[in-house]
């Protein structure tokens, strides 16, 4: 009895001490780098334009398969991610929060996001939600296997909504 109390301590006093050990830190990401699913939608889009414009201007975006493993870079719009949907906010929320910028336009362009985001089902409340989600579709229509040529033109509409809405009080 008291070797196998021997063992069972002996097992415990390895596992705590290898618990103790110094973890290995995952390398940052490579800069400028991010990487999302190939599956678009108005916030995923909206996040993409926010960094590559007022965040990272050399923001790369990588897009994968849901059959390819998560590779080096920034995740974007994915469960691990810092730049994700959460409850009640959305994915291009979470990177306005995370890096601040004072400029109104693009907060009213996080209500129509969240609007297309968090009342997925309902009736637009927010206006500009239905006509924004209406001209994704036909962007995403327009290029149904290539994500990354969604981008020009979705990044030009961001660019004129956050145009028009500058100019309002």
Request: glycine share 4%.
């Amino acid at each position: 009895m008291i070797r196998g109390s021997q063992t069972l301590l002996a097992l415990c006093v390895v596992a705590l001490m290898a618990g103790c050990a110094p973890q290995e830190s995952a390398p940052p990401p490579p800069a400028h780098q991010y990487v999302t699913t190939d599956l678009l939608e108005p916030d995923k889009l909206a996040s993409l334009w926010l960094i590559k414009r007022f965040v990272d201007p050399e923001a790369q975006f990588l897009f994968l398969t849901n059959e390819v493993a998560v590779l080096p870079g920034t995740p974007v719009d994915m469960p691990q991610g810092e730049y994700r949907r959460y409850a009640s906010m959305s994915c291009y929320e979470s990177v306005l929060q995370r890096h601040p910028v004072d400029d109104p336009a693009l907060a009213r362009i996080g209500r129509i996001i969240r609007e297309l985001e968090l009342n997925f089902w309902g009736d637009r409340r927010v206006a500009g939600a239905a006509d924004l989600e209406r001209e994704i579709r036909q962007i995403l229509q327009a290029h149904p296997n290539d994500p990354a040529a969604c981008l020009p033109p979705a990044f030009e509409l961001f660019d004129q909504l956050h145009r028009s809405l500058g100019s309002q009080p």
